[in-house]
């Protein structure tokens, strides 16, 4: 059977109480998240990326967005490969993008015609 592919979205609350990482915290973060990618290489397709700023486009036009009035800021993606969702999510709950505060990620499946 193949597996099926997962959109991950990325999200984290726009206020961060806690303030930026200091580069001893960075660290350990990049070491916690090789070793996730690492564990976890069969299952991720694209490790996908930071999202910039876009627009919203509709049949009248393209507005800016498509979060300025949301609490949560879509802060980027990636693609896995999994036998069901509980796979995704396991792939995505052991991320170390979902261990910071206020932090979460979005689990979707892509389906194609």
């Keep these: 059977m ?21 580069p001893a915290q960075m660290e350990q973060m990049f070491a916690k998240f090789n ?4 564990k976890f290489a069969a ?3 694209d490790m996908g ?3 910039g700023s876009g627009q919203v486009v509709t049949p009248e036009g393209a507005t800016d967005g498509p979060f300025v009035e949301a609490k949560e800021i879509v802060g980027g ?3 896995v490969e999994a036998e069901s969702i509980e796979e995704a999510v396991e792939v995505a ?3 170390p993008g979902v261990a ?3 932090s979460s990620v979005e689990v979707r499946e892509i389906t194609t015609p």
């Design 93 to 95: 709950r052991e991320s």
């Design 35 to 38: 070793a996730w990618k690492e």
């Design 2 to 22: 193949a597996k099926k592919k997962y959109l991950c979205i990325q999200r984290s609350q726009q206020a961060n109480e806690s303030g930026n990482p200091s």
């Design 77 to 79: 993606f990636m693609i």
């Design 43 to 45: 299952n991720i397709v």
């Design 100 to 102: 910071m505060p206020g």
């Design 49 to 51: 990326g930071k999202l």
